[in-house]
């Protein structure tokens, strides 16, 4: 969103109003089902005196900082999985996040709540964990240059999948031997901010699902604090050249980078698209059941753990991965950015795990 206000009147319903909005953004029917759950689950907590800190009946337009926390804190004693409460939170928080945006709400209590969440970045104990060895050997078999450059663009720079699907051909800087030139006939120019940077991709804090951007009105957002300028080993080089390649002429005028070679041949992916392609090699491999669970299945989402749990073990700087995950805002992604070249891109060349 803009950040500007579009509505003026408060819903006798807001949850009842983001879920419509949901529907108009294009989100699936299971999507919307969950979310409500979800929400209404801690509807239902706000309105139970007994249950949060203000011990009265409130409404979610009401809701504070504490009463949020709170709210976790009941999920914790639930024993609910770690990973089944990051969801949680990141339902409200984007329920919060959306609505202050447009207008509705004044403020996004669940901000702080996520920003302290983060501190135990891709921390569950119970997920799947996968040997590098094993990744190697499931990424040789993930053969389709368009599957092999979306699997190896997960595990190698550990973005959202929405952030995937909304890069541009303009957010990727290359060698000068790769085909990117060719493909845009000279047309695309890389974003100025990755000049000097080196093979490099620009995640942009910018889009959001609805919103045009780059002439293009867009299906997913990021979800990033600060644009992040990640780094592009020479192994993505690779998979990134190949898939250019053969990468078909797109319908849209923003020259998305990854576009589709199926039934809806040159549309930009969508998340549901890198769901697909993901859990079909999962299957494959025998890292996904059909009714499993985030602690089971292997996602787009499980590469940002892996991304994070090797990259985190092998710098020791959790800074810098927080920095490249998206995680961080204000003076300490100011001080990466500035010290990118020095800091960043050695530190992430020098430890970032081979996939071949």
Not at 274 to 302: F, L, Q
Not at 309 to 333: Q, S
């Amino acid at each position: 969103m803009s950040g500007e206000s579009v509505t003026t009147e408060r819903p006798e319903d807001p949850i009842a109003y983001f879920l419509e909005d949901m529907t108009y953004h294009g989100k699936s029917e299971r999507t919307r089902e969950a979310y409500e759950r979800v929400l209404r689950r801690f509807e239902a907590f706000l309105a139970d005196p007994g249950a949060n800190p203000q011990n009265a009946s409130i409404d979610v337009a009401e809701a504070t900082y504490r009463d949020c926390m709170a709210w976790i804190h009941t999920l914790r004693r639930s024993d609910a999985a770690d990973s089944t409460i990051a969801t949680y939170a990141s339902y409200l928080h984007r329920f919060y996040a959306y609505l202050t945006q447009v207008g509705t709400f004044d403020s996004n209590p669940m901000a702080l709540v996520m920003e302290e969440m983060d501190e135990q970045i891709d921390t569950d104990p119970s997920r799947r964990e996968i040997s590098l060895p094993a990744m190697r050997e499931f990424v040789r078999d993930v053969t389709h240059p368009l599957d092999h450059a979306v699997v190896c663009t997960l595990l190698k720079t550990g973005m959202r999948v929405g952030e995937l699907c909304n890069l541009d051909l303009r957010d990727v800087s290359l060698a000068d031997d790769t085909p990117l030139r060719a493909v845009t006939n000279g047309d695309v120019v890389s974003r100025t901010q990755l000049d000097g940077r080196g093979p490099s991709l620009y995640v942009s804090a910018e889009p959001t699902a609805g919103e045009v951007l780059n002439d293009e009105e867009r299906s997913a957002s990021n979800k990033r604090k600060r644009a992040t300028v990640v780094p592009v080993d020479e192994e993505l080089e690779t998979a990134l050249r190949r898939w250019l390649a053969v990468r078909p002429a797109t319908r849209s005028p923003a020259e998305p980078l990854f576009a589709s070679t199926s039934g809806t041949w040159g549309a930009r992916l969508t998340p549901d698209m890198v769901h697909h392609i993901v859990e079909r090699h999962a299957k494959a491999a025998g890292w996904h059941r059909s009714g499993g669970g985030a602690d089971e299945n292997v996602t787009p989402h499980y590469f940002r753990h892996f991304f994070t749990t090797h990259l985190r073990d092998r710098t020791g700087d959790r800074g810098i991965v927080k920095y490249l995950r998206g995680d961080v805002g204000g003076d300490i992604i100011d001080t990466y950015t500035h010290n990118w070249g020095d800091r960043v891109r050695e530190t992430y060349e020098r430890h970032i795990y081979s996939l071949y």
